[in-house]
């Protein structure tokens, strides 16, 4: 089997799909992408099928060896998101020849299901406790909000309040053991982080996700002093390099790549082995399309320490274009009593709308982060 050629399709809301064709008619579908540098990412892919065309896709840790070292410029997240996408596809071709679900192929699943949560609330935080209600109705046991708004490097405490608010809304109406998890967004910088951590302490959160960006991890010794909720951390990271310093740290509980980012499913496993000698749990990071979800699956079902997954049905982002539209079976990704089963069809364990695909295609997308400042005119983070 050799591969014939690779294609990418920008499509929305703001995803980018991959497809690697091989000549004895076995496609496989992948996921590279960079929020906001779809088409960047498209022309790295590009770049990499220079190498690939013509060889045998089954190949996978030797494919990816020389994508990631066969370069004397290595890293970052349009490389690894590119290579992400890449691997997916070739681990879904493998599944597909063999005619196993690519958990098999991994040693097979070590779980039936995985829970899963839903985002509420939107980029500026609001309605949380209607929309907290809403999901819980549909089966949730578990939710994910931003904290704040643009937030000062040291700012007033009602924006701290409305946090707490916030939270204690969803607990007033879910109780004490619903599931929630405050993503402060790398919004915070260390003199805020250190109140909202201490603030948060008594709403016996799930976790708290980046409580400062992941260059700043030198502060969360620190911050952890001023509460003992887990810390959440690791979508801006991208190979097993950049999680050795966090983990060596000993201040991160849980960490969260992303598979369509960090290398894909092959570099993606190691990253969580790495955790699970430090003892830390792994939630892979996935507010993206159902290529990406379907890959995050497969390496829930074989990592030991992966505790819930995050998918993006409903989720703000998704305007147009939700999860389900680009598959043909959408019970593939049932919700059910909060949690999402392990797909047992070959390769990623979906099959992909191709018609469909190429149609989004041609509208395409230029999805943008917003550009948010403070009430000084500065640059805030969003």
């Excluded at 379907?294 to 390496?299: E, H, K, R, Y």
Aim: glycine content about 10%; hydrophobic content about 40%; some cysteine.
């Amino acid at each position: 089997m050799k591969i014939t050629g690779l294609s990418t399709y920008v499509v929305p809301p703001r995803w980018l799909f991959l497809k690697i064709e091989t000549d004895e008619g076995v496609t496989g579908w992948g996921e590279p992408i960079v929020e906001g540098r779809a088409h960047t990412v498209a022309a790295a892919v590009d770049e990499l099928a220079d190498y690939l065309v013509g060889k045998d896709p089954r190949l996978i840790e030797d494919h990816w060896n020389v994508l990631y070292r066969g370069g004397f410029y290595r890293g970052g997240e349009v490389h690894m998101s590119a290579l992400a996408g890449i691997d997916q596809a070739l681990w879904d071709i493998k599944g597909k020849a063999l005619g196993q679900p690519v958990h098999a192929l991994l040693g097979g699943q070590c779980r039936d299901r995985i829970r899963v949560y839903s985002w509420i609330g939107g980029d500026r935080p609001a309605d949380t406790a209607r929309m907290a209600q809403e999901v819980a109705e549909r089966g949730f046991t578990a939710v994910k909000m931003n904290a704040t708004e643009e937030l000062q490097f040291v700012d007033t405490h009602d924006k701290v309040d409305a946090v707490l608010a916030r939270v204690q809304a969803i607990r007033d109406a879910l109780g004490p053991h619903f599931g929630i998890g405050v993503d402060f967004h790398g919004r915070v910088h260390r003199p805020m982080a250190k109140v909202l951590v201490k603030e948060l302490q008594p709403f016996d959160l799930m976790f708290i996700e980046e409580p400062v960006l992941s260059e700043n991890y030198e502060s969360l010794p620190e911050i952890t002093k001023h509460g003992s909720t887990p810390i959440a951390l690791g979508e801006r990271l991208f190979s097993r390099w950049d999680f050795k310093r966090i983990l060596e740290q000993g201040c991160v509980d849980i960490i969260q790549p992303d598979p369509s980012h960090a290398g894909g499913i092959t570099e993606t496993r190691k990253i969580a082995a790495m955790a699970e000698a430090y003892d830390v749990a792994l939630a892979l990071h996935c507010p993206l399309g159902p290529i990406a979800l379907a890959a995050n699956l497969q390496l829930d079902a074989v990592c030991y320490n992966a505790f819930i997954q995050e998918q993006s049905l409903g989720i703000h982002y998704n305007k147009g274009n939700d999860l389900l539209d680009y598959i043909t079976d959408r019970s593939v990704f049932t919700y059910e009593n909060g949690f999402v089963a392990m797909p047992q069809g070959p390769g990623l364990g979906i099959e992909v709308n191709e018609a469909f695909v190429r149609e989004k295609a041609a509208e395409g997308h230029r999805w943008r982060n917003p550009i948010w400042r403070h009430a000084d005119g500065s640059f805030a983070e969003w």
